[in-house]
T-cell receptor, first 114, second 112 residues
Framework: QKEVEQNSGPLSVPEGAIASLNCTYS??????FFWYRQYSGKSPELIMF????GDKEDGRFTAQLNKASQYVSLLIRDSQPSDSATYLC??????????????FGKGTHLIIQP | DADVTQTPRNRITKTGKRIMLECSQT?????MYWYRQDPGLGLRLIYY???????NKGEISDGYSVSRQAQAKFSLSLESAIPNQTALYFC???????????FGQGTRLTVV
């Protein structure tokens, strides 16, 4: 069973500060990683994906991947109240029979305090 | 119009009733998935399909069945609904390995 772990929070961050969200995964062979944002009652929407070790930046968002430590993180700079949401970490899986998909963590609830 | 459309968006049904949730997509993706989401439990995979002849169970398939009527349509059925199937259900599609999932708007199902 492939596991994806996230701290459920809530994580409270002042407006304008950096929010740091973390995710660990159990399958050392995992190749690609996705961060989704989900507002209450809405569907998840992709923020970023990362395949290679290191950092990947997109606007205020930076994804960090360390495959040796089986760790993925998402940094949100200059946090805004509109960033308040649940953030889901997802890890790609592939089975020997040709099937593949994404396993999701339970999500971290982020609150940006004005 | 949404690329991945779920119907109905909300449904209240009684225990023991049969109910079908439908998903259609215009993205041309072969991979389709049904997830349920419960507070504190995250998204859990119910069933997935890679083409009309391919149906696979996910981690929580008991009490559910699916039908892939066409590449664009993937339906989830609850043969005899029970209250602990009350949840938010999402359909998702993917193009190919290592790619992101695109989600429908969700169906909020309540079984009373």
């Amino acid at each position: 069973q492939k596991e994806v772990e996230q701290n459920s929070g809530p994580l409270s961050v002042p407006e304008g500060a950096i929010a740091s969200l973390n995710c660990t995964y159990s399958d050392r062979g995992s190749q690609s990683f996705f961060w989704y944002r989900q507002y209450s009652g809405k569907s998840p929407e992709l923020i970023m994906f990362i395949y290679s070790n290191g950092d990947k930046e997109d606007g205020r968002f930076t994804a960090q991947l360390n495959k040796a430590s089986q760790y993925v993180s998402l940094l949100i700079r200059d946090s805004q109240p509109s960033d308040s949401a649940t953030y889901l970490c997802a890890v790609f899986w592939y089975s020997g029979g040709g099937a593949d998909g994404l396993t999701f963590g339970k999500g971290t609830h982020l609150i940006i305090q004005p | 119009d949404a690329d991945v459309t779920q119907t109905p968006r909300n449904r209240i049904t009684k225990t023991g009733k049969r109910i079908m949730l439908e998903c259609s997509q215009t993205k041309g993706h072969d991979r389709m998935y049904w997830y349920r989401q419960d507070p504190g439990l995250g998204l859990r995979l119910i069933y997935y399909s890679f083409d009309v002849k391919d149906i696979n169970k996910g981690e929580i398939s008991d009490g559910y069945s699916v039908s892939r009527q066409a590449q664009a349509k993937f339906s989830l059925s609850l043969e005899s609904a029970i209250p602990n199937q009350t949840a938010l259900y999402f359909c998702a599609t993917r193009h190919s390995p290592n790619t992101e999932a695109f989600f429908g708007q969700g169906t909020r199902l309540t079984v009373v």
